[in-house]
């Protein structure tokens, strides 16, 4: 069956550093890839989405690659901030219409 | 716009009593979801409605949870007897059909917070 795997251990950064997440999965093929934040007590919230023809998607200070031959995908938060501390899921879909398979989450700590 | 509403946002009872939760989705979305999240894993999808109809509701566990979303609205989940293992927190989703015709972003509402003593 589908596996997916998220950094095993809580990832603790110095503020305005490159923090580095990766989603490895396998026995899947997925169609599209997404990144999710969670807080606290709260639902997930949307960040990027990057699709299995595209190498790398950005949006402000977040990166997405998505390598279908290694089946990884990295997510990159450059010059972090202690806000962004949260844990963040990854996500695959094989259609529109088909059901995301969530990762288990990598809980991420900026330190001031 | 508002967000997806979730009711109650705590909910405590003892194992085999029953519990319902409540969902009512972004206005215009067809597509609901519940998901079920243990602590320390990720959100596991138990059923998926697309208007009033159920798309996928192969991980619900059956015997003991239903679910439905009568008028293709907002949506109740029930456990009927509750488990200590059902301990976790529910919640629930909606997207709408994008530029592409997919609905792969989904707005997720708080969650409830169930804990079976």
């Known amino acids: 069956s589908q596996k997916i795997e998220q950094n095993s251990e809580a990832l603790n950064i110095q503020e305005g550093k490159t923090a580095t997440l990766t989603c490895n999965y396998t026995?899947?093929?997925?169609?599209?890839l997404q990144w999710y934040r969670q807080d606290p007590g709260r639902g997930p919230v949307f960040l990027l989405l990057?699709?299995?023809?595209?190498k790398e998607k950005r949006k402000e200070r977040l990166k997405v690659t998505f390598d279908t031959t290694l089946k990884q995908s990295l997510f990159h938060i450059t010059a972090s901030q202690p806000a962004d501390s949260a844990t963040y899921l990854c996500a695959l879909g094989k259609t529109s219409y088909d059901k995301v398979i969530f990762g288990p989450g990598t809980s991420l700590s900026v330190i001031p | 716009e508002a967000g997806v509403a979730q009711s109650p946002r705590y909910k405590i009872i003892e194992k085999r009593q029953s519990v319902a939760f409540w969902c009512n989705p972004i206005s215009g979305h067809a597509t609901l979801y519940w998901y079920q999240q243990i602590l320390g894993q990720g959100p596991k999808l138990l059923i998926q409605f697309q208007n009033n109809g159920v798309v996928d509701d192969s991980q619900l566990p059956k015997d003991r949870f239903s679910a439905e979303r009568l008028k293709g609205v907002d949506s109740t989940l029930k456990i009927q007897p509750a488990k200590l293992e059902d301990s976790a927190v529910y919640l629930c989703?909606?997207?709408?059909?994008?530029?592409?015709?997919?609905?792969?972003?989904?707005?997720f509402g708080p969650g409830t917070r169930l804990l079976v003593l």
């Open positions: 990057i699709r299995e023809n595209e």
């Open positions: 026995n899947y093929s997925p169609a599209y």
């Open positions: 989703a909606s997207s709408s059909l994008g530029l592409a015709g997919g609905q792969e972003t989904q707005y």
